[in-house]
C-alpha cells in the first residue's frame, strides 16, 4: 500500500507541476584544487552547487513568453515513475506473459478429456425380399456414448467409454423390439517405440518452459535497460541544467564588460575606443546566442526523460517540463576489469537468456529424434456388453459383465526412406551448433563491452582530475587578471577571453562528471548487475519488486 500511495503522489505532483521558485543563477563550480579519490568522489567543496538553473525554464525572462511549468525530481523519483508508467516495460511484461501461457498450454496436454456424442435417426426402405418382416421397412435409431480418456506423462493413455444404442423397425421378424445395446469398454494404448517414457512425451513441456526462462530473462534485460536509459537521460538533464547555470554567469560577466567599456567611452575617462565596445557587444551577443542553444538542449533533455519516465499520453499529455534535483555522486570503488568480466559472464541476462533458447533448441532436437522412430502402439480393450428390451435391463448386463469380450492389437506404421523426419533431425542440430556459435559471439562481445565500460569510467577519472586542475589554473588567471586590470595594466577584453577559458573548463568539467556516473551505470549494465545495484527484482508474478 505505501508503494501504491508513493507512486500515486508522485504521478499527481508531476502532473500538476508547480511554479518556478526562485531565477537566481546557479554559483560556478567550486574551483578549489580538490582531487577526486579513485571512486571519483570529489572534495565537499567541488561538490557544491546550486539548484538556481533547475527552478528556471526556457521561454522565460526577456523574452516574455510564458513559462513551462516545471517539476524536481530526484533520481528515486524518477526510477518509481519509469518502472510503473514505461511503456515499453509494460509491453515487455505481456511478451514474458505469453511465454507462461505456452507452459499452461503444455502442460495441457496430460489433462483428461471428456467426450460424448448423442446421435439419432430414421431409415425407410422399401423391402427387397420376403424375410424383410414389412414392405416398407421404417428402423428408428438413438445412439448416445459418453468416454473419458486420461493420457500419462509416461505415454501410455487409458480410457473408459459407456455406449447405448436403441433402435426400433417394424419389421415383423425383430425379436427384440425395442432393442437397447448397452456396452462398458476400457481401452489401453501404449507406444512402445515412437514417443515412449516420459523423456520423449514432456519435450514439448520442457521447451516451452524454456521459452519461459527465456522470455522471464529478456524481461529482466528490458527492465535494466530502461534503468540505464533513464539514468542516462536523468544524469544528461543534470548536465544540461548545469551547463545553463555557467553560461548565465558567463553572460552575466560578459555584461559586466560590455557595461565597463561603455563607461570608459564617456569623454571624461577616454580610455576605450568605439572598437573596443564593439567587440564587448559582440561577445556578449555570442554568448546570448550560446545561452539560447543552451536552454534548448535543456528541454530536449527534460522530454526525453519524460519520455521515459512519464509519457505523452491522456491527461498527461501537457507541457510539464522535469527537473534534475540530485547531483551527480559517486558509489563505491569499482572491481577490478578481471572480477568484472567473470561476473559478466555469470550473470549477463542475454547470455542467460541464450542459454535457455539453446535447451528449448536441444528439446527439438529430442522431438525431432523421437520422430525418426517408427511407430509401434500397442492397444488393448476390454469390453462387457448386454443387448435387451429394456434400457434397465441392458445396463445392468453390460455393468454385470455378463457378456466379456477382449481384444488386443498392434499398429505399425512406416515412412520409407524418413527423408522428411532425417531432415528435421539434421535442422535441430544445426539450430543448436548455430545458437551455440551466437552465444560465443555474445561472450566476445559482452567482454568488449565490458573492457570499454571500464575504460570508460577510469577515463572519466582521469578527465576529472585534469580538468579540476584547468578550472583551478583558470581561475587563477582570472583572478590575476583582474587585479592587473585595476591597475589599469590590461584590458577588460582579455578578462573576457580568460573567463570565457574558464567557462569552457567548467563545461569539460559538467561532461566528466556526467561521463563518470553514465560509466559507473554502464559497468552494472553489461556485468547484469544493474537490478541488484538498486535493490530491484523480478517476482514471479513478472512484476518489479524491491529488495532493499
Do not use: C
Amino acid at each position: 500500500m505505501t508503494r501504491l500511495f508513493l507512486l500515486a503522489l508522485l504521478a499527481t505532483a508531476v502532473s500538476a507541476g508547480e511554479k518556478a521558485t526562485s531565477k537566481d543563477s546557479p554559483d560556478r563550480l567550486a574551483t578549489a584544487p580538490g582531487k577526486p579519490d579513485e571512486t571519483g568522489k570529489p572534495d565537499a567543496a567541488n561538490q557544491k552547487q546550486t539548484d538556481g538553473d533547475v527552478r528556471d525554464t526556457s521561454g522565460t525572462g526577456r523574452s516574455g513568453k510564458p513559462a513551462r511549468r516545471a517539476r524536481r525530481l530526484t533520481f528515486e523519483d524518477a526510477l518509481t515513475l519509469g518502472l510503473a508508467y514505461n511503456l515499453g516495460l509494460r509491453s515487455s511484461r505481456l511478451t514474458a506473459l505469453l511465454a507462461r501461457f505456452d507452459v499452461e498450454a503444455a502442460d495441457a496436454a496430460w489433462d483428461p478429456t471428456l467426450n460424448t456424442v448423442v446421435s439419432g435417426g430414421e431409415t425407410v426402405a422399401p423391402s427387397r425380399s420376403s424375410l424383410a418382416g414389412a414392405d416398407v421397412v421404417d428402423t428408428d435409431s438413438f445412439n448416445f456414448t459418453l468416454g473419458v480418456t486420461k493420457p500419462f506423462r509416461a505415454g501410455p493413455s487409458l480410457g473408459l467409454e459407456w455406449r447405448t444404442d436403441r433402435s426400433f423397425s417394424n419389421s415383423t421378424f425383430s425379436t427384440i423390439n425395442p432393442a437397447y445395446d448397452s456396452a462398458l469398454e476400457l481401452t489401453l494404448s501404449v507406444p512402445l517405440l515412437r514417443g515412449r517414457g516420459r523423456h520423449a512425451q514432456e519435450s514439448v513441456l520442457r521447451a516451452a518452459r524454456a521459452g519461459a526462462r527465456q522470455a522471464g530473462l529478456d524481461l529482466q534485460e528490458t527492465v535494466a535497460n530502461t534503468i540505464g536509459s533513464i539514468s542516462d537521460a536523468y544524469w544528461a538533464l543534470r548536465e544540461a541544467q548545469d551547463q545553463v547555470g555557467v553560461l548565465e554567469k558567463s553572460l552575466a560577466v560578459a555584461r559586466e564588460i560590455e557595461n565597463t567599456e561603455r563607461r570608459k567611452l564617456r569623454p571624461e575617462i577616454g580610455r576605450a575606443t568605439p572598437l573596443d565596445v564593439s567587440k564587448a557587444v559582440a561577445e556578449t551577443k555570442r554568448r546570448e546566442a550560446s545561452l539560447v542553444q543552451a536552454r534548448a538542449t535543456r528541454e530536449d533533455a527534460s522530454d526525453d526523460l519524460r519520455q521515459l519516465v512519464l509519457p505523452f499520453t491522456g491527461r498527461r499529455a501537457d507541457g510539464i517540463a522535469l527537473r534534475a534535483k540530485d547531483d551527480p555522486e559517486a558509489g563505491p570503488a569499482v572491481a577490478p576489469l578481471p572480477k568484472l568480466v567473470k561476473t559478466a559472464l555469470a550473470r549477463r541476462y542475454d547470455l542467460r537468456a541464450h542459454d535457455a533458447l539453446i535447451a528449448r533448441l536441444e528439446e527439438g532436437v529430442v522431438q525431432a529424434r523421437d520422430a525418426l522412430r517408427v511407430q509401434l502402439d500397442l492397444g488393448a480393450a476390454l469390453t462387457t456388453r448386454g443387448v435387451t428390451g429394456r434400457f434397465q435391463d441392458s445396463t445392468a448386463d453390460a455393468i454385470g459383465s455378463d457378456a466379456l469380450s477382449a481384444s488386443a492389437s498392434l499398429t505399425l506404421t512406416w515412412t520409407f526412406g524418413r527423408r522428411a523426419a532425417r531432415a528435421q533431425l539434421r535442422k535441430a542440430r544445426a539450430e543448436v551448433d548455430r545458437a551455440r556459435l551466437q552465444r560465443q559471439e555474445l561472450v566476445n562481445a559482452g567482454v568488449v563491452e565490458v573492457r570499454k565500460a571500464h575504460r570508460q569510467f577510469r577515463t572519466a577519472l582521469e578527465e576529472i582530475r585534469a580538468t579540476r586542475e584547468e578550472v583551478r589554473a583558470a581561475s587563477d588567471s582570472v583572478r590575476g587578471e583582474r587585479q592587473r586590470l585595476q591597475r589599469g595594466s590590461t584590458t577588460a577584453l582579455e578578462v573576457s577571453r580568460l573567463e570565457e577559458n574558464l567557462t569552457e573548463a567548467e563545461q569539460r568539467l559538467l561532461q566528466a562528471r556526467t561521463a563518470l556516473v553514465q560509466a559507473r551505470v554502464r559497468i552494472h549494465r553489461v556485468t547484469g548487475t544493474l537490478l541488484r545495484h538498486y535493490g530491484l527484482s523480478v517476482g514471479p508474478a513478472l512484476d518489479i519488486r524491491r529488495t532493499k
